[in-house]
């Protein structure tokens, strides 16, 4: 206990209340110790669940669960995403057993918000495409098509265009192409004109909405999004109203046919097997709880069964024809080259279409 | 170009493209089209897997449509139907923000008026009832807030299709519904029964067939379902009038149209603002026309029952009688027991086995036994055998009147029996009345105060049974006046029968004061004066005495009105004066049961026949001039009801008259069986000791208002400078620790310290 003047005052220090000032930066504390440190590059540790590898059951499980959702850590999921492109291409046979959860996943990544995403997710499909893999495609392929036909309606414009990618990509395959024509040719042509801005109506007024203005196309990008469109677009109608079977006889002809040359089989011994295509009776629409009662003027044709080419082109010419010609001309009027040949193209594809479709009616 | 840049914004933000398309629907087609398709195309998905994940931005998408859908009727036209196919069907599937976007989208839909009620109501019902725990495939998922939404969705829907004219189409239907929930023997009855209370409670359904559902449910095999239909009949009725009376409270901030008026009056400076005022006050009155009309009225639930008797039989068969009563818990038993007895004395109605019920509760250490004893009360009236009322009185008086028992259980029992009496005064014989009486000398004010109680029942209602000290000076009096004689109360004989409108006769004598009788009708003027002069003429020739009775007020508005007529019978009013002072006198006493003694009166001239002559002739002449009286008196009132109309002005004046006259005493004494028997009054006037808060309060309570004669220490009022004392506290220290007052304090002896250390520590202990 001092007494002296300066025993007093060094405690009277201790006890004083330090005022806050505005502007002026706190003072620190006593026990305050200094963090900071100067490094090149900072590395986190990555989640634990990232390292083990595919083929345990619990690890995939989880990993795709990650993958599943878009508020999950992004560089995570391109990570896993990655991680399972490369299985998959590696030793397919190990993975191949999941492959029924794998492309449920994959399918909501067609409307996943990051385009690396999106884009990984398509070298996914391209490579199961390419690799003849099209049997577990096909036995999905009435939800693939869902999600694609979801894909072109998005609000977003990125996800619009990959879906069209995607679409590409399954038609890229005969045996798919010919399936998918079969099952939603009215939707997916329905999706094209919304996409196009194409109007299907036929009594309205004003008929065109210009998309963009030709100014902007001359743009490299966008006039190569519109080329990439068209391209589907002609894909998609070929595949719909050309005749494979018909090519097929004029080249190897039927496999199936070949392989069981040597034995009698009864001509309709393949109504009584499995269906080869998913969905068989789907048309007839069993099953579906809500259906269409609305009698809207393309809602006949929503309902024929597009299963043939004559109901196809029929439908092509009658429901979408106007519009699909008065947006192909506008195109082809650009002034960007490549794309005005591409629609002029397209038209005449067109044209020979309708003029078959007239002269058989 | 505007509008392309507006779009560049569109594609990310699904909202501002809803506000886009609800302003222009026709230039932005393409987008709803395009919306449109993708929905479908993600319906379907949802379809092939209702999976919780995706629901975010398909129930996005759902609002998108439904907000935009009376634009667009042609495209949409099957969507209402696939929002409610997807509900009904998938409900167990979909993700609680999903299910209760949909059912906020078809409420929407509905206020919009693209889908009707109808379909509404049959799609959301449903749903009410699909998870609770009652039902099969009871999931618990976030069940809770959907049956709240769907619960508080209906309402509002009956309530919107109810406002202005009622929508007895809808509410049919709904009642439809909540009849064959009913139906079905489970717990989801309770749903019919809540829905049904709260509509009632806000007066949006108030009919029979409203009342029918909750007599269903109150026969219901459940037991929640009873006592919820139960607890509607006891409380409802209740619940309403508070609720109209907040929707009053609530109205009353509106303006005042008389102050607006008078604003108009004086800040008046142009037409403009004058017509503006002019047209808010229309709205106002609009506004009250509507808020209570008149023509709806309110009838309590128990009054529209269809078949009240059979209601009470089937209730007290299935749920009291036997054993049946066992699945109740006694507070619910006692619920039914009210409610049955409620229905009992209401309708006059006879289930005789419940009295020997009631028998079987009736004991002091019952619980609750106040709220048996007032069922029954409540169940008693004049139609039920007086043996039965017997019965349980005498039950009473043993179990609850005895030596051995507290102040407060005999007050309780002695009420209760002076309620049950008053309801059927033949229940009880005089000497159990009598030994009941007895109890007036009681130390205990509670029980003193139950004795006379009945005492001044029984006074009024047959004073020949009390002893005859307790019957008092006016009861005595009537008793002497052997025409007042009622004898005592028999079953089967109804004494509270009114005829016509009680005071009539006043009014009608009033008006003719006021000369507002002539007023009416000039041409009537004639005729109105004819026919007193007629009745005279019929009296003169069916009285043999030849006086004329005319009233003493009569005669007041004869002088008025016509002079000449007066003349005639001035002379003989003078010989009549004493009897009619007597009469009014009288009169004024019975007026209440005037059809009665009218009935008495025959009788006691048959009597009179036997007495000697002079008597005989005084009393005809007394009877004949009340007869004669009595017909002035129905003429009168046949005068005024048939002429007029009385509005509800007449009414009150009606009123105000008899309040005069003394009348309403008596009407306002008598038990109606309607009344409900409050259970708490039955303990009668209870004393307990106060405790020490209490005693607090009530002194702090007689000082208040008394402040100027308290101590003024410490209190100056006006502005002063410190005092002395103050100064005191204040003083620097080094200035006073010299003084000796604190150099004193060293110097003290051990003892003195000690004594001032004692001194503080009792202040402090006294908190001072």
């Not at chain 1, 947006?327 to 794309?339: F, I, V, Y």
């Not at chain 2, 209402?80 to 299910?99: A, D, F, R, V, Y």
């Not at chain 2, 800040?267 to 403009?272: G, H, S, V």
């Not at chain 2, 106002?284 to 269809?306: M, V, W």
Request: aromatic share 6%; hydrophobic share 35%.
């Amino acid at each position: 206990m001092g007494t002296s003047n300066r025993h007093k005052k060094q405690k009277q220090t201790d006890f004083t209340k330090r005022k806050l000032r505005v502007g002026k930066t706190a003072r620190q504390k006593d026990n305050f110790t200094d963090t900071s440190f100067k490094a090149k590059s900072i590395s986190l540790n990555q989640k634990k669940i990232l390292s083990p590898s595919l083929n345990e059951e619990g690890a995939l499980k989880k990993k795709l669960s990650i993958l599943r959702k878009s508020t999950q850590n992004l560089n995570s999921r391109k990570e896993i995403l990655a991680e399972l492109l490369n299985a998959l291409i590696k030793h397919y046979d190990s993975v191949s057993s999941h492959m029924d959860e794998i492309l449920k996943i994959s399918n909501i990544l067609i409307l996943d918000r990051s385009r690396k995403i999106r884009e990984m997710n398509l070298e996914l499909w391209k490579y199961l495409v390419d690799n003849g893999k099209i049997s577990i495609l096909i036995l999905h392929l009435d939800t693939l098509l869902l999600f694609i036909n979801s894909g072109m309606t998005h609000l977003s414009n990125g996800v619009r265009l990959d879906s069209l990618k995607y679409l590409d990509c399954l038609l890229s395959n005969t045996e798919l192409s010919d399936l998918i024509v079969k099952s939603d040719w009215f939707k997916l042509l329905k999706n094209f004109m919304i996409l196009m801005n194409w109007t299907t109506d036929n009594n309205n007024g004003k008929n065109l909405v210009v998309r963009e203005g030709s100014s902007q196309l001359l743009e490299k990008d966008l006039a190569r999004d519109r080329i990439n469109e068209l391209k589907v677009l002609e894909k998609l109608l070929l595949a719909g109203c050309t005749d494979h079977t018909q090519y097929n006889e004029n080249g190897n002809g039927n496999p199936h046919q070949l392989s069981y040359n040597n034995i009698q089989i009864h001509a309709y011994t393949k109504y009584y097997m499995l269906p080869d295509k998913p969905n068989p009776y789907g048309g007839l629409k069993l099953f579906t709880e809500i259906k269409k009662i609305g009698s809207m003027e393309s809602g006949d044709f929503q309902s024929v069964s597009t299963d043939d080419m004559v109901n196809r082109i029929k439908v092509l010419c009658e429901a979408f024809g106007d519009g699909l010609q008065k947006g192909l001309t506008e195109l082809s009027k650009e002034e960007n080259r490549e794309l005005a040949n591409k629609a002029s193209n397209l038209i005449t594809e067109y044209d020979r279409i309708r003029k078959e479709y007239i002269s058989a009616a | 170009m505007p509008r392309r840049s507006r779009a560049a914004i569109l594609p990310t933000n699904i909202a501002l493209l809803q506000n886009l398309v609800r302003r222009d629907p026709e230039s932005y087609k393409e987008e709803f089209d395009q919306q449109y398709s993708h929905y479908e195309s993600l319906r379907d998905i949802f379809l092939l897997s209702p999976s919780a994940d995706e629901g975010e931005e398909f129930g996005e998408l759902i609002g998108f449509v439904s907000a935009v859908c009376p634009s667009f009727a042609k495209e949409t036209a099957t969507f209402p139907q696939e929002l409610s196919t997807i509900i009904t069907k998938n409900h167990g599937e979909l993700s609680p923000e999903l299910k209760q976007k949909i059912v906020q989208c078809l409420v929407m839909l509905r206020s919009r008026g693209v889908i009707t009620p109808e379909v509404l109501l049959r799609t959301l019902f449903p749903l009410l009832f699909s998870y609770s725990p009652n039902s099969e495939n009871g999931i618990g998922y976030h069940a809770k807030e959907l049956r709240r939404q769907i619960y508080s969705a209906l309402i509002s829907l009956l309530k919107s299709c109810n406002t202005g004219s009622k929508n007895q189409k809808l509410n049919r239907a709904t009642q439809a519904l909540l009849f064959n929930l009913l139906d079905q023997k489970d717990g989801n009855g309770l749903w019919a029964t809540k829905l049904t209370r709260e509509l009632w409670r806000r007066g949006i359904w108030d009919d029979s067939r409203t009342v029918e559902i909750m007599t269903q449910a109150c026969l219901h095999p459940d037991t929640k379902v009873v006592i919820s239909g139960v607890k509607f009949f006891l409380g409802a009725d209740k619940e309403r009038e508070e609720a109209l009376e907040e929707e009053d409270e609530e109205d009353e901030d509106t303006v005042d149209a008389n102050s607006l008026k008078h604003k108009m009056k004086v800040n008046k400076k142009n037409t403009r603002k004058g017509k503006k005022l002019v047209a808010a006050i229309h709205q106002i009155n609009k506004k009250n026309e509507t808020k209570r009309d008149p023509s709806l009225l309110n009838f309590s639930a128990i009054q529209l029952l269809r078949d009240p008797q059979q209601f009470a039989e089937r209730m007290f068969e299935t749920h009291l009688a036997g054993k049946n009563s066992k699945k109740f818990t006694v507070d619910q038993r006692i619920a039914i027991m009210k409610l049955i007895s409620r229905l009992v004395g209401t309708h006059k109605l006879s289930v005789l086995g419940l009295y020997s019920h009631f028998l079987k509760y009736l004991n002091p250490k019952q619980k609750n036994v106040t709220h048996i004893l007032a069922s029954a009360a409540q169940a008693s009236h004049d139609l039920v055998p007086p043996e039965t009322i017997n019965m349980v009185v005498r039950k009473i008086a043993d179990e609850f009147v005895t030596d051995g028992v507290a102040s407060e259980v005999a007050a309780t029992g002695i009420n209760s029996i002076r309620e049950i009496l008053a309801r059927n005064p033949a229940g009880i014989d005089q000497p159990l009345l009598q030994d009941l009486t007895a109890y007036k000398g009681s130390k205990s004010k509670a029980v003193m105060m139950a004795s006379r109680s009945l005492i001044s029942l029984y006074r009024e209602v047959a004073p020949e049974m009390l002893a005859k000290k307790d019957r008092g000076k006016i009861a005595t009096m009537g008793l002497m006046h052997s025409d007042d004689k009622r004898g005592l109360p028999q079953y089967g004989v109804e004494r509270d029968v009114t005829k016509g409108i009680p005071g009539l006769e006043r009014f009608a004598e009033w008006k003719k004061e006021q000369g507002l009788l002539d007023k009416e009708g000039e041409d009537e003027k004639a005729e109105g004066w004819e026919q007193p002069s007629g009745d005279e003429e019929d009296l003169g020739a069916d009285i043999e005495g030849n006086w004329v009775d005319v009233k003493s007020d009569e005669d007041l508005i004869i002088d008025d009105g016509n002079e000449d007529e007066s003349n005639i019978p001035k002379e003989k009013n003078g010989i009549k004066k004493k009897y009619l002072k007597y009469m009014v006198k009288s009169k004024s006493r019975k007026k209440r049961e005037l059809e009665e003694e009218d009935s008495d009166l025959d009788l006691s001239d048959d009597q009179s026949v036997s007495v000697t002559d002079k008597h005989t002739k005084k009393r005809q002449r007394r009877l004949n001039q009340d007869m004669v009286n009595k017909e002035n008196h129905e003429k009168m009132i046949q005068d005024v009801l048939s002429r007029n109309v009385m509005t509800p002005a007449d009414f009150d004046k009606l009123k105000e008259l008899n309040e005069k006259a003394g009348v309403e005493k008596y009407l306002g004494t008598k038990k109606v069986n309607e009344d409900v028997v409050d259970s708490d009054s039955l303990v009668g006037y209870v004393r307990h000791k106060q405790n020490k808060e209490e005693r607090i309060k009530s002194i702090m309570g007689g000082r208040e208002g008394r402040e100027k004669f308290g101590s003024a220490k410490g209190k100056i009022d006006r502005p002063h400078s410190s005092t002395n004392k103050q100064k005191q506290r204040k003083k620097n220290f080094m200035m006073v620790v010299h003084t000796r007052g604190v150099q004193g304090k060293k110097k003290m002896s051990l003892r003195d310290k000690q004594k001032v250390l004692r001194a503080h520590v009792d202040r402090q202990k006294k908190g001072k």
